[in-house]
């Protein structure tokens, strides 16, 4: 994705399933490009985050259950959203919400050979 060209909406949702984790969700290419965030999104502290498949742009205005058992999600934020950067390893897009403003930094923590999914890093920073 070139970040001249991209912009789109995202969303945070409150996914409550075994347990609780915050879906950072942007809109990319007629899908979802989702992170799961594993702690409170707090502005200017790196949080653990996990790389999902992608989900349905549904979830840009869904609340409910989630189908197949997988608990329930409640939008926190939504907006629109400008790429500053987009590759493999490394997305850094200006987001504006209603409460969360500013740059969204999340970096993969991968590591050569492994063949578990690469854990990555989420961080609220840069307030517009």
């Known amino acids: 994705m070139t970040a001249e060209a991209a912009s789109g909406r995202f969303v945070v949702l409150?996914?409550?399933w075994d347990g609780v984790?915050?879906?950072?969700m942007l809109e990319a290419g007629g899908r979802l490009?989702?992170?799961a965030v594993d702690a409170p999104i707090e502005p200017g502290i790196d949080l653990p985050a996990r790389a999902l498949p992608d989900h349905r742009l549904a979830y840009l205005t869904y609340?409910?259950?989630v189908s197949g058992g997988r608990g329930?999600?409640?939008r926190v934020d939504s907006g629109p959203y400008r790429v500053l950067e987009w590759s493999d390893a490394r997305v850094r897009v200006e987001i504006h919400g209603t409460q969360l403003?500013?740059?969204a930094t999340l970096c993969s923590n991968a590591s050569g050979g492994s063949p578990a999914?690469?854990?990555w890093k989420f961080r609220l920073g840069k307030f517009i």
């Not at 984790?21 to 950072?24: E, L, R, T």
């Open 72 to 74: 329930e999600v409640r």
């Open 21 to 24: 984790h915050w879906d950072f």
């Open 14 to 16: 409150e996914h409550r």
């Open 33 to 35: 490009r989702t992170w």
């Open 63 to 65: 609340e409910g259950p």
């Open 117 to 119: 999914p690469a854990p």
């Open 101 to 103: 403003v500013g740059e």
